[in-house]
């Protein structure tokens, strides 16, 4: 073999020898790299993506070899995508729910317990949200973000009845008397509010210092028969027949209040913010305003619609998951998000009153955290308590003591 031979035969092995050793190099590193999974719902995708994407630059660089597999979801079948995912073991690290779609996962033992100490404002988080991942004092999941309800209203109509935008409860039910005095024909409201949205009707108690029920002693126990939920019982019937002009049994699911107002059947809504979105030609007449307390310089409380981020129990990347979660919802990011969708941040430290979605959910409130409280939902206790007390076929007392035992029952079932 002569020497030119010998040389090409050479350099052929030790470029070999350089790929099969750069081969095994890729095959190990991409063995040892790690994944952290997070789902996010894909209003993150089209409202704030780069502070999903800052948050994960952050992440990845604070911690080397953990690459982060960010997948969007969409509300529809999502829950049941988890549900596979946990018959499977092939669980996401790190994923949003809505705050009324926690309880069933946190009672089934699914989640990982939080720290709230570890994670920036948690002393300020919004109680509609946290009470929401929270039972029997401990967390499983951390407040993301909210929106609130707020008074949508025609400025035309409350300018012909003289009413300005009220800052008490006393002065807009002032309001709502004139305003259906000038327009009161068949079918008007001055203020549209279906009898049985109990979630309107709850306000007024939690308002007043009241409640729906109480954990103590390992059972449950109505607050609805207390002197505050009481008063506040009575507040609501007082304001609902001043300015509606429903039915006691009415629901605010058909018609809904924004259609009943695009079809010029009322001066004023109440419902989550994005309800103007709906109002047809009056849109140009519409503004909003918060719902006032009965307490002057305060706020109704609301109940907030909103996400909170969990990790699931079954995840093998809890401690990476805490970190990258620690980033997300840490006040930059917070802030971040609140300045690209509008959004109000999950906490009271970081809302700006002037804005008032955020002023709106300074004050709020959550169901009980109890697996059976579905059970009372779909029993229509509350819809069954307000349609006896706005019709009078109960007294308050009577309607609130049948319904707190019934949600006491309810309950405390095991």
Same mark, same amino acid.
């Given at each position: 073999?002569?020497?030119?031979?010998?040389i090409?035969?050479?350099g052929?092995? $030790?470029?070999? =020898?350089? %790929?099969?050793?750069?081969?095994?190099?890729?095959?190990?590193?991409?063995?040892s @790299?790690?994944?952290?999974?997070?789902?996010?719902?894909?209003?993150?995708?089209?409202?704030?993506?780069?502070v999903?994407?800052?948050?994960?630059?952050?992440?990845?660089?604070?911690?080397?070899? %953990?690459?982060?597999?960010?997948?969007?979801?969409?509300?529809?079948?999502?829950?049941?995508?988890?549900?596979?995912?946990?018959?499977?073991? #092939?669980?996401?690290?790190?994923?949003?729910?809505?705050? &009324?779609?926690?309880?069933?996962?946190?009672?089934?033992?699914?989640?990982?317990?939080?720290?709230?100490?570890?994670?920036?404002?948690s002393?300020?988080?919004?109680?509609?949200?946290?009470?929401?991942?929270?039972?029997?004092?401990?967390?499983?999941?951390?407040?993301?973000?909210?929106?609130?309800?707020?008074?949508?209203?025609?400025?035309?109509?409350?300018k012909?009845?003289?009413?300005?935008?009220?800052?008490?409860?006393?002065?807009?039910?002032?309001?709502?008397v004139?305003?259906?005095?000038?327009?009161?024909k068949?079918?008007?409201?001055?203020?549209?509010?279906?009898? =049985?949205?109990w979630?309107?009707?709850?306000?007024?108690?939690f308002?007043?210092?009241?409640?729906?029920?109480?954990?103590?002693?390992?059972?449950?126990?109505?607050? $609805?028969? =207390?002197?505050?939920?009481?008063?506040?019982?009575?507040?609501?019937?007082?304001?609902?027949?001043?300015?509606?002009?429903?039915?006691?049994?009415s629901?605010?699911?058909?018609?809904?209040?924004?259609?009943?107002?695009?079809?010029?059947?009322?001066?004023?809504i109440?419902?989550?913010?994005?309800? =103007?979105?709906? %109002?047809?030609k009056?849109?140009?007449v519409?503004?909003?305003? %918060?719902?006032?307390?009965?307490?002057? !310089?305060?706020?109704?409380p609301g109940?907030?619609?909103?996400?909170?981020?969990?990790?699931?129990?079954?995840? #093998?990347?809890?401690?990476?998951?805490?970190?990258?979660?620690?980033?997300?919802?840490? &006040?930059?990011?917070?802030?971040?998000?609140? @300045?690209?969708?509008?959004?109000?941040?999950?906490?009271? #430290?970081?809302a700006?009153?002037?804005?008032?979605?955020?002023? @709106?959910?300074?004050r709020?409130?959550?169901?009980?955290?109890?697996?059976?409280?579905?059970?009372?939902?779909? !029993?229509?206790?509350?819809?069954?308590?307000?349609?006896?007390?706005?019709?009078?076929?109960?007294?308050?007392?009577?309607a609130?003591?049948?319904?707190?035992?019934?949600?006491?029952? &309810?309950?405390?079932q095991?």
């Open positions: 073999m002569n020497l030119r031979r010998i090409a035969l050479a052929c092995l $030790l470029l070999a =020898t350089v %790929v099969a050793v750069s081969t095994a190099s890729a095959r190990t590193s991409k063995k @790299a790690k994944t952290l999974t997070v789902w996010l719902m894909a209003d993150a995708q089209t409202g704030w993506p780069d999903v994407k800052a948050a994960n630059t952050k992440f990845e660089a604070a911690n080397p070899g %953990v690459n982060v597999d960010l997948q969007y979801q969409t509300w529809g079948a999502y829950l049941n995508k988890f549900d596979a995912t946990l018959a499977g073991g #092939n669980v996401p690290d790190v994923l949003e729910f809505g705050n &009324t779609q926690m309880q069933k996962y946190v009672f089934a033992g699914a989640l990982e317990k939080i720290t709230p100490s570890n994670y920036e404002n002393k300020y988080w919004l109680a509609g949200l946290a009470d929401a991942a929270k039972y029997k004092g401990t967390y499983y999941g951390v407040p993301y973000y909210a929106g609130s309800r707020l008074v949508a209203y025609r400025t035309d109509l409350f012909k009845a003289g009413v300005k935008v009220p800052k008490t409860l006393a002065a807009f039910q002032a309001g709502a004139k305003l259906n005095k000038k327009f009161g068949k079918g008007f409201s001055a203020v549209y509010i279906p009898g =049985t949205d979630y309107f009707a709850m306000g007024f108690l308002d007043r210092g009241g409640g729906i029920a109480k954990l103590s002693g390992g059972k449950w126990h109505s607050l $609805l028969n =207390t002197k505050q939920s009481l008063l506040g019982l009575k507040t609501y019937k007082a304001f609902w027949k001043a300015a509606s002009r429903t039915k006691p049994n629901m605010e699911i058909n018609p809904a209040p924004y259609d009943v107002y695009a079809q010029n059947r009322a001066a004023a109440v419902g989550p913010g994005w309800f =103007t979105c709906c %109002v047809g009056y849109k140009s519409t503004k909003q305003f %918060v719902m006032p307390s009965a307490t002057p !310089g305060k706020v109704m109940f907030l619609g909103g996400s909170n981020l969990a990790i699931p129990k079954a995840s #093998n990347m809890k401690t990476e998951a805490a970190a990258w979660l620690k980033i997300f919802i840490g &006040t930059g990011s917070e802030k971040a998000i609140v @300045a690209a969708s509008g959004n109000i941040p999950n906490a009271t #430290n970081l700006d009153p002037k804005q008032l979605n955020q002023r @709106a959910a300074a709020s409130w959550f169901v009980p955290m109890s697996p059976n409280w579905a059970n009372v939902e779909n !029993g229509n206790v509350l819809r069954t308590m307000l349609k006896q007390i706005l019709s009078g076929s109960l007294t308050i007392p009577q609130a003591r049948n319904a707190g035992d019934n949600i006491e029952l &309810t309950l405390n095991k």
